[in-house]
């Protein structure tokens, strides 16, 4: 499974930026990877761990601003279509137990 987090937060003052940033490491700490900008995303091997997930992202979540969390199977986001561009990765995306480099 895929968790997707999305999230438009307030940067107007010092104060919202500090929670934009902290929300951002505190995604990327959780192993979450950007897709785009203010959309990340997360595997997730069963739907306990996916709970588990989102209810650290209601405790960390930032006072203002508006985050969405959305849940995908391996096989919906194998089909995700690209329009422009092309898909470039580092990170290894397998949701295999031992991966060999």
Do not use: W
Request: proline letters at 3%; one cysteine or more; a positive charge.
């Amino acid at each position: 499974m895929r968790i997707f987090v999305f999230f438009d937060l307030p940067v107007e003052t010092s104060e919202n930026r500090r929670d934009y940033r902290h929300f951002r490491k505190f995604l990327i700490k959780n192993g979450f990877v950007m897709l785009q900008e203010s959309v990340y995303c997360r595997m997730a091997l069963n739907q306990t761990i996916v709970n588990s997930i989102t209810q650290l992202i209601k405790k960390n979540r930032p006072p203002k601003g508006l985050v969405q969390v959305m849940n995908v199977t391996e096989k919906q986001f194998s089909r995700m279509e690209f329009i422009t561009g092309k898909f470039t990765s580092d990170v290894i995306d397998s949701d295999e137990r031992l991966v060999i480099l």
